[in-house]
């Protein structure tokens, strides 16, 4: 059981270079998430999607896009890339996003991402 | 809004000696809560959740978390540190009582480094 898996796990990208970030969960979850950690600052959401044809923004999107392309895969994209989105890049899941729902998300290892 | 405070940057123990990890809440409902651990160059997995009922939380790896709804805590702990516990802890916390879409909330996390 492979869980929450992302792609690629480290990358280097030139300034204004564009670049998508891919994210696959075999858990049959409804909700899946980005994140961007970085020292100091914990986990700032990017955007999620809180079940299969939607998606919002989180605390962070500008500079961002997102496709929750099936019910299995949610990709990240950045257009035109910043040196100030140097980060660490965490893919979640969980069952639902909905309610009361209380169930923990699942991470996966995360994509380094460095700009120059 | 709802917020996490995790006030330790670092919390240092011996090996072998009870540990403490500190995390606060502010959430206008009732709160759901969780605690994470990161290693190195992995995504954060989830050690154990407070729903509702006992104070007194059980999680993986010998992990408890104490519920106090006065002191709007939720401090994680465990008897016994082991040099292996060493790494990031995260607490994080969402609305219960909200019918919609609730996202969770993360603290900055606070680094355990257990020494032998």
């Known amino acids: ?116 | 809004a709802q917020s996490v405070a995790q006030p330790e940057d670092q919390v240092n123990v011996a090996e072998g000696n009870p540990l403490t990890v500190k995390c606060t809440y502010s959430v206008s409902g009732n709160p759901y809560l969780f605690w994470y651990v990161q290693y190195p160059n992995r995504g954060l997995q989830f050690l154990l959740k407070y729903i509702t009922g006992d104070n007194l939380v059980k999680g993986s790896y010998g992990f408890e978390a104490e519920f106090n709804k006065s002191q709007t805590s939720f401090h994680l702990k465990k008897p016994s540190a082991l040099v292996s516990d060493s790494a990031l802890y995260f607490c994080a916390v969402r609305d219960g009582n909200s019918g919609g879409y609730q996202k969770v909330t993360f603290g900055i996390g606070t680094k355990l480094q257990v020494i032998p």
């Open chain 1, 1 to 116: 059981n492979a869980g929450v898996t992302q792609t690629p796990k480290f990358q280097v990208l030139k300034t204004g270079q564009s670049m998508t970030l891919q994210c696959a969960q075999d858990m049959n979850h409804n909700s899946m998430y980005w994140y961007r950690q970085d020292p100091g600052m914990g986990l700032r959401l990017i955007y999620y999607s809180a079940s299969e044809g939607t998606t919002d923004k989180g605390e962070v999107p500008n500079g961002y896009n997102v496709s929750r392309l099936n019910k299995r895969e949610f990709s990240l994209r950045l257009e035109s890339a910043a040196p100030s989105q140097t980060s660490v890049y965490f893919c979640a899941s969980s069952e639902a996003l909905r309610g009361r729902s209380n169930q923990p998300q699942h991470f996966g290892d995360g994509t380094r991402l460095s700009i120059l």
